[in-house]
């Protein structure tokens, strides 16, 4: 299955060249991300993919946790590995370790919601007291239309069901922006740094294109 859906990113994302890709992610982590995260963090990143969040981000350690073994090919040096079947890999992490959990489009893929609830009970053993949570994650209110054309979509998420799903979980919602990012990097914008500094700096840009939401939440202390 790992082989299959590595074959399946690769033609997914052919023609998004994977260095404007970490461009993006190098603005969006310096401009907008860093701001809820420490220098001295240590921070996981949950569904790390191609890596372009863990390997940019400014901390103190990191952990990238995927499903895929490819990762390691991906990781940055100094970044830890965990591969295996989430939630159930992330056992090898000790509960209050982490001072920030951090996913990006990653709870779309799960089985249901109740394998959400179990992945939020693992971010939040995870965490430290107050430790946050940062989901970046297609909005099903804004991107109906496209997103079930992706074939390893699962679980459909609003703001307010992932909001209503965190307060299950034991989080307190810090922040909801119900339309942050475009849907995916193909979309007409942001394509270059400069647009997407530009984007991030105007709030109404985002209200028109924005189909991601962008929630933090915190563990009750």
Known sequence: MNNELEGLYRRRFADVSQSRRAALWEVLCRVWLERFIEPQ????DLGAGFCEFINTIRCGSKIAVDAN????????PGVRVVTG???GVLAEIPSASATVVFSSNFFEHLRDKAQVLEVLAEARRMLVPRGRLILLQPNIRYAYREYWDF?????????????????????EIEVVRPRFL????????????????????????????GKQMFIVARTRG
Do not use: C, K, M
């Open 41 to 44: 963090d240590a921070v996981v």
């Open 69 to 76: 073994p490819n990762i390691r090919e991906r990781a940055a």
């Open 85 to 87: 079947e989430i939630p």
């Open 151 to 171: 074939f390893d979509h699962h679980v459909a998420l609003s703001h307010e069901s992932l909001a209503e799903a965190l307060g299950i979980a034991g989080f």
């Open 182 to 209: 475009p849907y995916t990097t193909r979309s007409r914008i942001p394509q270059s740094p400069w647009i997407l500094r530009l984007y991030l700096a105007l709030s109404p840009l985002q209200w028109l294109f």
